[in-house]
């Protein structure tokens, strides 16, 4: 089993920056492809960005290409999100996910059903 605890949102000015961390435990997450998601009120989740297993490739949701980057540090068992340019509807819940199977490579899912471990979330809010 692995928990996953998101940390580092906040409320941010648009055109202001945030990094999300997601720190894991239980288990090693080197071995498995990792995503965010966010959720803002009323609306499905979605998904935002992910990383392959061992971090040499990324995908993102066209929303946040060019302004967010995903990362992750395998010795420390973290994942993480740099955000810029921060708008008013980047505002939601971010969620860290691990892919429901290991050693995926350049393969990203962007459907939730096929993630299996999630954190709790962190609320980001950025004000106009």
């Known amino acids: 089993q692995v928990q996953l605890v998101e940390s580092g949102g906040g409320l941010v000015q648009a055109g202001g920056s945030l990094r999300l961390s997601c720190a894991a435990s239980?288990?090693?997450?080197?071995?498995?492809?990792m995503a965010w998601f966010r959720q803002a009120p009323g609306k499905e989740r979605e998904f935002v960005a992910a990383?392959?297993?061992?971090?040499?490739?990324?995908y993102y949701a066209d929303s946040v290409k060019g302004r967010f980057t995903i990362s992750r540090d395998n010795a420390k068992n973290t994942l993480y999100l740099r955000m810029n340019s921060l708008k008013p509807e980047d505002t939601a819940v971010y969620y860290c996910?691990?892919?429901?199977?290991?050693?995926?490579?350049?393969?990203?899912?962007?459907?939730?059903?096929?993630?299996?471990?999630w954190g709790q979330g962190t609320q980001v809010t950025v004000s106009s």
């Open positions: 996910a691990r892919k429901n199977e290991h050693y995926s490579g350049s393969y990203f899912s962007t459907s939730s059903t096929e993630y299996d471990y």
């Open positions: 239980g288990s090693a997450i080197d071995r498995y492809n």
């Open positions: 990383i392959s297993w061992g971090g040499s490739s990324t």
